[in-house]
């Protein structure tokens, strides 16, 4: 099992982060998108420090409020989620962490959701990249691995999959013992 963890997690510059990853001696990283934009480094430059210090990027996080939104707001999604695809090409990134909706006017609807998730699966596809989709804790509609699963299950896209992250799934009330029937090829990734 490869290790990583999220430049979230640490405190410090990106570079600093990175260094300190490789010196923990972890697989790979997280990068967290503040981390990013607040670094003085280009995307180019974060991808070839990775390499240096021996490290994969195997996340780019967090893609906010994606579904269960009305059709204007979704083609403004998926305008953004281009220009985010396009820094995930200079990281060479090959996921991203999409989190359920938290807004308050998010739609609660599961076919369109599943819908919208389909359609940005098939843009990610075009870029090689795929999708983890994470139940947040506090999202509007969405907020247990088992809705989410619902979402990526009815979206059926190959390039969507499942996030699952042990502070989201278990610090809700729930059923966990349907984490054991999740078909292992849908979880994409483990937080």
């Keep these: 099992m490869r290790r990583s963890i999220a430049t979230v997690s640490l405190s410090g510059t990106l570079p600093e982060k990175l260094e300190a990853i490789a010196v923990a001696r972890f697989d790979g990283v997280e990068i967290f998108e503040n981390d990013l934009v607040f670094c003085s480094l280009s995307p ?19 893609f906010r409020d994606m579904e269960g939104v009305d059709d204007a707001q979704f083609a403004r999604n998926l305008d953004r989620a281009k220009r985010k695809f396009d820094v995930m090409g200079e990281l060479a990134a090959p996921m991203m962490l999409v989190c359920s909706n938290v807004q308050p006017h998010a739609i609660n609807d599961p076919a369109r959701s599943a819908a919208q998730m389909h359609k940005m699966a098939e843009l990610a596809q075009t870029r090689g990249i795929k999708l ?15 809705r989410a699963f619902e979402i990526v299950k009815a979206a059926d896209h190959p390039h969507l999959g499942l996030a699952l992250d ?3 799934t278990l610090c809700l009330p729930n059923d966990w013992s349907g984490l054991s029937k999740l078909p292992g090829e849908r979880i994409f990734f483990m937080q």
Excluded at 44 to 62: V, W
């Design 166 to 168: 042990s502070f989201h």
């Design 132 to 146: 983890a989709f994470e139940a947040l804790a506090w999202g509007t509609q969405i907020n247990t691995f088992d």
């Design 44 to 62: 180019r430059e974060i991808r070839s420090m990775t390499d240096d210090l021996g490290l994969s990027i195997d996340l780019y996080q967090p």
